[in-house]
């Protein structure tokens, strides 16, 4: 199959997961035009040209300019229904898209008045009316875009002020009419214009232009063919290339979808072949790109909301996250290894590989760019522009390459395949943003914090699985930043203020928690992609994803506990913690396979087997948790549980491999 011929593939597969329809041929220049006005749009606002100051002289009108232009795209692009997805455009979208775009550019001729005259909190009879329309219209297209949960959500939360004196107690705040309601959403800089749009705005444009270009100029390819040089030939070598491919690459895409059908498509067909099954390649896969997203330097638009919630540069965001996706990808890479070894899973042959010389001279631009990027990132901290400066260097750098040169036809794919992606996530944000207005609006957001300390009794080790298992749900029915959004705005001040936990270290437990959606059944839409790819059954590809990425459901804990696995606190502590909680990580991943490098199986038959992967999987636990603090034992009491669970555990692994039973022969590495 030709690489042409798998980006098209890819391209239907996602259309047809995310349910978007193909646009009627008179009309496909539509998405590629308005990113081309966004860009521009954009790149006069971000780098102050003054060339747009009639719509970039004001941040306002900037803001209601972006969702002007894409939100119409939605009644394009998606269907009333899913079965909609293959049939011609219906007459009343064509309207709704009009209508859209109409009221939309309202705001934006008159975001001077809305903000001289203080029409958010008193608006002429007109405004009110377009107020109470576009209202309307953002609940569907979030609907179209997210799914009836997030409709469902934001509508009832949007109308929460309305009712909001006659509700219990605990919920309990300061009513607004209808049309307060309405312009407060509307036009305050504090619900549908506020920070997730802010956000979107003025950083994820940018990253998200930079994932588009780097997939169709063939930086997938390359970072697959990469990664199979390097650990093709090992023992479970495609495995561990799904790792290395998907985390650099998820890690700058920034969606798991997209990471799982780009990387995916290459991997899964590789692990196949040497003797994995279906449902574990796919689950292998769907925890590389939910890793992936997770890793730094991009990691999706969540992040760049929770650098503006927490008021911090993104690059601290960045250094935050560094070692705890180190530590998930490191449990993943052993889990595969020990897989690999207890079922004698070879590589592929070296003949079959890629040359790493070879593919080096191809695609070294894309690491040189890769490193300009990080290098603005986190040295010259112009997180704003940084995305603009690496995509016009990979876009010059790729003219130079025979095999990813771009004609026409890739441009315009790029900029239609960009234009849906933007559309889908400002139909969300501008949703999930009237939540946090009306949050605000009420003044509830200042006192549900105090609600959650009461509820938990004030016991800070209660707050932290609530507020596990609060995002975790939320992540199930809403898509992860519209879970982070609300969860920052309701639960993270009672933790912060109630536990007296580090604020970044909250907000990124959040976002780990609201992401293992991706991997966790029922729902699991990483793992349901990835069982897509790879022909097999979705619950089993999740059962898969969920045990393989098993390290994440309590590395979030291993942080809130310790702070200096985000970086806070003395260079020697940091490395100790990390150390520590590296080791732990992977005596944790050898106890879930049954597989310890060093000394080979964890004991033979059921109840041998059972006591051994116990013992280390407990010996891991306690030595990569923090002592102190919330913990009421040190850390030299840990270590020692550590070690009295681990010496025998070995001792009796050891045993077992000199006395097999039933005529079994030992295994060693």
């Known amino acids: 199959m030709t690489h042409t011929a798998d980006n098209d593939g890819t391209r239907q597969a996602k259309e047809k997961i995310r349910q978007m329809r ?56 998606w269907p009333l229904r899913p079965a909609g997805q293959y049939r011609p455009i219906p007459w009343y979208d064509y309207l709704l898209s009009a209508v859209t775009l109409g009221v939309s550019g309202y705001f934006v001729i008159n ?223 052993i889990q595969i290894d020990a897989y690999a070894a207890r079922h004698d899973i070879k590589g592929l042959p070296t003949v079959e590989l890629p040359s790493l010389w070879q593919t080096l001279k191809e695609g070294w631009y894309f690491i040189f760019v890769f490193a300009l990027l990080v290098w603005m990132l986190l040295v010259m901290q112009r997180e704003a522009v940084a995305p603009f400066y690496a995509t016009a260097l990979l876009l010059v750098l790729n003219q130079f390459s025979r095999h990813n040169r771009w004609g026409w036809k890739e441009v315009g794919e790029a900029l239609s395949g960009a234009a849906k992606l933007f559309a889908e996530l400002i139909a969300i944000l501008a949703g999930v943003g009237m939540l946090v207005g009306a949050l605000s609006m009420t003044g509830l957001s200042g006192t549900i914090a105090n609600d959650f300390i009461h509820l938990a009794g004030g016991s800070v080790p209660l707050l932290l699985i609530m507020g596990a298992l609060t995002s975790f749900v939320l992540g199930i029915g809403m898509t992860v930043t519209a879970a982070y959004i609300f969860l920052a705005v309701a639960l993270a001040p009672a933790l912060i203020q109630g536990g007296g936990l580090d604020p970044m270290a909250v907000h990124l437990f959040i976002l780990y928690w609201g992401m293992l959606s991706f991997i966790t059944p029922p729902v699991a839409l990483g793992a349901f992609a990835a069982a897509t790819v790879a022909g097999a059954r979705p619950m089993t590809t999740g059962l898969q994803a969920m045990r393989l990425g098993s390290v994440i459901y309590f590395i979030p804990f291993l942080f809130v506990l310790n702070p200096a696995l985000i970086m806070q606190g003395e260079p020697l502590q940091i490395a100790m913690v990390f150390v520590q909680a590296l080791v732990g990580v992977v005596l944790f991943a050898s106890a879930m396979q049954g597989y310890l490098i060093g000394v080979g199986r964890l004991g033979r038959g059921a109840i041998q087997e059972t006591v051994i992967r116990a013992l280390v999987l407990i010996s891991g636990l306690t030595l990569a948790l923090p002592g102190g603090g919330m913990v009421p034992l040190s850390q030299v009491e840990l270590l020692g549980i550590s070690l009295a669970a681990l010496v025998p555990a070995v001792l009796l692994a050891r045993w077992s491999q000199r006395h097999p039973r039933n005529g079994s022969h030992p295994q060693g590495l």
């Open 22 to 77: 193909t646009l009627p041929l008179p009309l496909r220049w539509i998405p590629g035009a308005v990113t081309v006005a966004l860009l521009l749009m954009t790149l006069d606002y971000l780098f102050n040209l003054g060339h747009l100051t009639f719509i970039t002289g004001l941040e306002t009108q900037f803001y209601y300019a972006v969702v002007a232009l894409l939100l119409p795209l939605i009644y394009l692009l």
């Open 111 to 333: 975001a001077d008045s809305i903000l001289e005259r203080g029409w958010a909190f008193a608006a002429p009879d007109t405004a009110l009316w377009v107020s109470y329309a576009w209202w309307l219209l953002i609940i569907e297209a979030a609907r179209r875009a997210g799914g009836w949960p997030i409709a469902v959500i934001v509508t009832l939360f949007s109308l929460y002020p309305l009712v909001a004196d006659v509700m219990p107690g605990p919920i309990q705040a300061f009513p607004s009419s209808l049309s307060e309601t309405a312009m407060y959403h509307t036009m305050s800089t504090e619900s549908i214009m506020g920070i997730p749009l802010q956000a979107f705005a003025g950083l994820v444009i940018g990253f998200l232009v930079f994932g588009v270009v780097l997939q169709k100029s063939g930086g997938g390819k390359f970072f697959i063919n990469l990664a199979f040089a390097l650990l093709g030939h090992v023992r479970g070598g495609p495995a561990k290339v799904s790792i290395f491919s998907s985390g650099l690459m998820g890690s700058m895409s920034g969606s798991v979808i997209s990471n799982v059908l780009t990387t995916g498509v290459l991997s899964i067909p590789a692990m196949r072949r040497i003797g994995m099954s279906r449902s574990f390649a796919g689950g292998v896969e769907a925890c590389a790109s939910t890793g992936g997203v997770l890793m730094p330097p991009v990691m999706g638009a969540t992040a760049f909301v929770m650098a503006m919630f927490l008021d911090v540069p993104y690059s601290a965001v960045v250094l935050a996250a560094i070692i705890p996706s180190i530590l998930y990808f490191l449990g993943l890479f």
